[in-house]
């Protein structure tokens, strides 16, 4: 398999299904995950929550006092972009970065280990036949350098000295020989910084391995994927998937090749979804998962699934409340984030433009998102700013949606803090995203935007959870315009654009400003969502999710609480849908059981989601 881009830095994920309300949607050719693939298993939920059936569901309250354990998320991965750093896997924070004004003249040289090479693949210069490169990036996870290697030895000139670096080999083709960060890990999450001056950098690299196997007891078309699991992080990757189709009830083979060394564990999952998810040896979830060794050429033989009536779909619901909004959104980032984050947003409770294109930016720098009172803090958010202690807090939004006083309040818990605000909700959306999409600050390759209205928030919010997910920006603009406005234009030309995503219908966003879109856009990809109402829109944007077996449920009809949850759910791999109060649409059942989303976590308390969306009661039609 050929390396599609050598500069790719994120997944794409946009599904088949865009613009109309259709009851199922072919798999994208685009999609890291086919849109009816069995996503991968993601527990956010305690291991131990019973399963429930079609009629009932175990229920277990969170509150903020008591919060689920963090347990392993499986990552949709790209195997033919696996190296590069994504918002699935970006580099670590914490690495030391060049001080201003340092002399750069350290060295970091060293070699590349090919490792179980024999005498006769190796050349006279140390390699293997084929193109191979060493990389260096920064701390600041920018990619510096890329030397394509003559021999087996590397060197990288002009760096600084006490200053962090990464290393990645890669090679052009990735079937003969595995990509590698410092450190040993395949992704670059697992990547372990090299200072400067160094003379003995290795990078190893080893033969892809292989998995195979059977799966028995099926009864329709199945997917099978490799987990590869991050050595230092132990964070899960899902790797090369194989479809399956059942063989008049005896096992079918399966053989899963190109995996790098490492440890792994396969998931199997039902082709469009009506079974839960099964993860070797015999577990639902990622944290009973079993896991080998793979590579070095080697096999892993005998990975053997079977599949029993017993993986018939079944739903399981969760609920993570506090006593009002703020202590919500506290709930959340407990649940979903360790202490020592690399940034902490925080945007008014009462004013939802701002926190909508917050959510995306603090999701792609691994950061969270925190809902206070525009006139004072209370002390539940700042307790959890505390526990939370980011290197750095963004306050979003100008001095009339958060006052001072606030500010001041929570510049007193961070030792950085900024805050971005602009005239309106339209420049506020333009600067975040500025701030942290731009291409020549992050480096990074072609995003899709979505574009989404700032005079509603339902189709902007569902936009920015699965935005979130795929490391994507949701850029707010005024929907009743009859063409795009040259602020727009400026900021959209710092972002390099692979495509956009219009969410909501004409009435939303004017046919008027679509066709100036593609006008001005005529070599880009432009694809309008939109359903009959805010709820089918939601849906139809899940389809384009395609990660965990976790969703969250959020009110439709208010934002706090689904706002809350976009950056939370998006670091459990978990994307919003929205419901009524007291029902969920036809629709947002057959897209959960569709896509096997079957830990449902209701945001809010019960005066907000009532008993009846934890039984997934059908709205009447």
Known sequence: MRKQSRHRTRLAAIGAVLGVLIASAAPSAQAALPAQAAPPAHAALPAQTAAGHSATAARSTLSTETQSARIPTVTSLDPTTYSQPSAASPLPEGARVAAAGATADAVISGSVVFEGADEFELGPNGLPSGDFFVEVWSADRRQLSSQKLES??????????????????????????GAVWSGGSAVAVGARPVTAPAADATLTSSHPGMIKGEVSGLDTFWSVQAVYQDPTTKRLFAWNREQIPPKDGSASPYYLTGLPRGSYTVLAGAWGGGYDDRLWKDSRR?????????????????????????????????????????????????????????????????????????????????????????????????????????????????????????????????PRIERIGGRDRYETSRLLVAGVFDRDRRRQDALEVYLATGRNFPDALSASSVAAQFGSPVLLVDGAAEEIDDATTRTLSGVRASGFILVGGPTTITPGFEASMRSRYFFSSIERVAGRDRYATSALLFRQ??????????????????LSGVASGAAQGSAVLLVEKDCVHQQTVDVMKGQSKNYATLLGSSLTLTRDVEDLKVCAA
């Open 152 to 177: 087996s030895r590397f060197r990288f000139d002009g760096l600084t000295a006490g200053a962090e670096y990464y290393l990645l080999f890669s090679p052009y083709s990735i079937e003969a020989w």
């Open 545 to 562: 999710s395609a990660l965990q077996d976790t969703v969250y449920l959020a009110a439709g009809a208010t934002f706090p609480d689904a």
């Open 286 to 414: 990622a944290e009973g998962a079993s896991f080998f060794p793979v590579g070095g050429g080697t096999t892993a033989s005998g990975i053997d699934l079977s599949i029993t009536k017993w993986d018939q779909w079944r739903w399981h619901t969760d609920r993570l409340s506090g006593s009002d909004r703020y202590a919500t959104s506290v709930a959340l980032t407990r649940s979903a984030f360790a202490p020592g984050i690399p940034v902490l947003y925080v945007a008014s409770g009462e004013n939802w433009p701002d926190a909508l294109s917050a959510g995306p930016a603090a999701a792609v720098q691994g950061g969270a998102l925190l809902m206070t009172e525009p006139g004072r803090l209370t002390s539940v958010v700042a307790d959890e700013i505390r526990r939370l202690a980011p290197r750095r807090i963004v306050v979003v939004g100008s001095e009339a949606t958060i006052v001072p006083s606030t500010y001041d309040a929570i510049a007193a818990l961070a």
